[in-house]
């Protein structure tokens, strides 16, 4: 199954003028044919500037399909965590290219790389201080294009992080900023002889930062900080910051990495009397990067975290000019809100709020990622509801939000688990798994951070969970040992073999999204039904219809379904293939047990 799916994803890898002796080659030598040049002209050193390693895919013969993240299945994870092949503790891009495999048989489209680029570490990366090289415990810069190239022969695409709200203080930008109130690159940081600027404006690290403001006791000035306070904000009122970030982007480009998740976008422009955030300014920066994007590599992808509402949201796609894709933050607070009070409403509401967006444009979707669940855009109540609901011990809180996986979340239960996925694979937006979710992985509160949702990936039940051969005491992060989500007990190893796993499961699931368009690209409608545990939806693409009924309670529940603009059509659940009975003017009856959901193909034989 794997090959057939290798060979067709690689299909469209097919050259647009084939020499004579190509077409006599099988369609499998011909894609390694092609493989071997792409990655002979990629051998020379980016950093030079001078090439593209995947030239003729941003030339078009890849990426048919310019709207292809619209139909994509994304995969987050962090290479420190993933796999270790030097057996130094340290996740490495060798042992990611080793498991590559791996994510095709799981059905990924894409895969988002956290931050891997040399960094002091203070914020797992984030604090970055080379934007153009990566960080040696993860390998090296041939290491990076190695498995770069290794994911474009399966037909994975790459986006990685682009961190430009700040920099770490050990950037060398920053060290010159800092170095005298006189240099060059003093304006690229945002300097003040007080601390009294830009008052009220939010604090978002609010555990650990007092102030947006750091005192620089070399320079004897403030500079401004959204984050922890070792990493500065750049100045993006400041062209040559601007021009510096497009050469960072253009160079990544240029290596032939698909696009970028661009890092806290609202905070880029500080205006003195608002919220600094959000601000026109901002969009203007940002428009201006989309194209020369644009321009230059037609194709590539910009997702924007913006942790807003969607109405704040919104303007982030600007006119199909901004860009393409954005996280809708609040639904996923408002999945676990609606589960736990077993009501749509939470959900449907946010939905039914949010704007449209114009037709290249993509939601980004997530039941949990390397942060903290975030509880910053739900009201005080809501906000309590949650903690009460799902963070009682106060070490799984952090910030304004809950340091859990989604398996721990849900206190393992299988169902809950597999509805909410069934819920996210189904909305209108793009799917994002977090690594080790797939398989039901758990978290560790204790760690400090949000280092607890970032531990190792547990591959098998035996030394190190397989991610090491290191001495377990030098582990990145330690492994989760517990009886319940231990590797002994949660690994890749042990769900293949058996076919009833969560493993398995999400794959099929995501076979399932895979065989259709309408859940990237198609309409929803809510429906009604008096039942209000039973969150129920039609998506719609052309002649296409898919009826989802998801059933959020913990017991059993019957709903009548209001289907008579479908009267006639023949439900066809999409997981086994039975044909349920035909739809008339009538009220539809439908009985679910327990947190379980139907996708139907609805077809008119
Ligand atoms: C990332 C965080 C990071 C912060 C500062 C966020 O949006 O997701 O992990 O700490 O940006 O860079």
Same mark, same amino acid.
């Given at each position: 199954m794997m090959r057939e799916r290798r060979?067709?994803?690689?299909?469209?890898?097919? +050259?647009?003028?084939? +020499?004579?002796?190509? !077409?006599?080659?099988?369609?499998?030598?011909?894609?390694r044919v092609i493989l071997r040049s792409q990655t002979r002209?990629?051998?020379? !050193?980016?950093?030079?500037?001078?090439?593209?390693?995947?030239? @003729?895919?941003? $030339?078009?013969?890849?990426?048919?399909? *310019?709207?292809w993240y619209k139909d994509a299945v994304f995969y987050e994870l962090h290479v420190k965590a993933f796999c270790d092949s030097s057996g130094d503790g340290m996740g490495d891009f060798r042992g990611l290219t080793s498991k590559l495999d791996y994510l095709v048989e799981l059905g990924i489209d894409c895969l988002w790389l956290l931050p891997m680029y040399p960094s002091p570490m203070r914020d797992d990366g984030y604090d970055i201080s080379d934007y153009c090289a990566i960080h040696p415990n993860y390998g090296s810069f041939d290491d990076f294009r190695s498995f770069l190239a290794a994911a474009h022969e399966r037909g994975l695409r790459v986006i990685t992080e682009l961190v430009l709200n700040h920099t770490s203080d050990?950037? +060398?930008?920053?060290?010159?900023?800092? @170095?005298? %109130?006189?240099?060059?690159?003093?304006d690229w940081y945002v300097w003040s002889d007080t601390d009294d600027r830009y008052a009220g404006v939010r604090r978002i690290f609010v555990d650990t930062e007092l102030s947006n403001w750091a005192w620089d006791p070399v320079s004897k000035a403030y500079?401004?900080?959204?984050?922890? #306070?070792?990493? *500065? !904000?750049?100045?993006f009122d400041h062209p040559e910051v601007r021009e510096a970030i497009w050469k960072v982007m253009k160079f990544w480009l240029e290596v032939g990495v698909d696009g970028f998740r661009v890092d806290a976008v609202p905070y880029l422009i500080e205006r003195e009397g608002t919220s600094c955030e959000n601000l026109p300014e901002t969009h203007d920066v940002l428009r201006e990067l989309r194209r020369r994007v644009d321009e230059e590599f037609p194709g590539r992808v910009l997702l924007a975290e913006a942790n807003m509402p969607p109405d704040e949201v919104r303007p982030y796609f600007g006119n199909d000019d901004e860009f393409h894709m954005s996280f809708h933050f609040p639904v996923m607070p408002r999945l676990f809100m609606a589960l736990r009070l077993e009501d749509r409403k939470p959900l449907v509401e946010i939905i039914?709020?949010? *704007? +449209?967006?114009?037709?290249?444009?993509?939601?980004?979707?997530?039941?949990?990622?390397?942060?903290?669940?975030?509880?910053?855009?739900?009201?005080? #109540?809501?906000?309590?509801?949650?903690?009460? #609901?799902?963070?009682? !011990? *106060?070490?799984?809180?952090?910030?304004?939000?809950?340091? %859990?996986?989604?398996?721990?979340?849900?206190?393992?239960?299988? %169902?809950?688990?597999?509805?909410?996925? $069934?819920?996210?694979?189904?909305l209108p937006g793009s799917p994002f798994l977090y690594y080790g979710d797939e398989i039901g992985m758990g978290d560790n509160v204790y760690l400090g951070d949000r280092n607890g949702v970032r531990t190792p990936m547990q591959w098998d039940g035996g030394w190190n969970a397989g991610f090491s051969s290191a001495d377990p005491e030098r582990l990145c992060q330690p492994l989760i040992s517990n009886p319940i989500y231990g590797y002994q007990a949660v690994n890749v190893d042990a769900q293949e073999r058996n076919s009833h796993s969560l493993l398995n499961w999400t794959r099929r699931l995501i076979q399932l999204r895979r065989s259709t368009k309408v859940f990237g690209r198609g309409t929803v409608q809510f429906l009604a039904p008096a039942n209000h545990r039973v969150l129920a939806y039609v998506r719609k693409l052309g002649e296409e219809q898919i009826l989802i009924v998801n059933n959020l309670s913990s017991a059993a529940q019957a709903v009548e379904l209001d289907l008579s603009s479908v009267a006639g059509a023949i439900p066809v659940e999409m997981f086994g293939g039975s044909l349920f009975p035909r739809i008339g003017e009538q009220p539809y009856v439908l009985t679910l047990s327990p947190h379980t959901f139907y996708w139907f193909r609805l077809r008119w034989f």
């Open positions: 060979e067709e994803r690689a299909r469209y890898a097919a +050259p647009a003028a084939a +020499p004579r002796v190509f !077409d006599c080659l099988s369609h499998a030598a011909r894609i002209i990629g051998t020379k !050193d980016a950093r030079a500037g001078s090439f593209s390693a995947f030239e @003729s895919r941003s $030339g078009g013969h890849v990426f048919q399909d *310019p709207l050990q950037h +060398p930008w920053f060290l010159e900023s800092r @170095s005298s %109130r006189d240099n060059a690159k003093r500079y401004w900080h959204r984050f922890f #306070s070792q990493q *500065p !904000d750049l100045n039914e709020r949010t *704007p +449209p967006i114009p037709d290249g444009c993509q939601w980004g979707l997530f039941l949990r990622n390397h942060d903290e669940l975030t509880l910053e855009m739900v009201s005080d #109540s809501e906000r309590a509801y949650m903690y009460d #609901s799902y963070a009682v !011990d *106060p070490n799984e809180r952090i910030n304004l939000g809950i340091r %859990r996986r989604l398996a721990p979340l849900l206190e393992g239960d299988l %169902r809950r688990v597999q509805l909410l996925n $069934g819920i996210l694979m189904s």
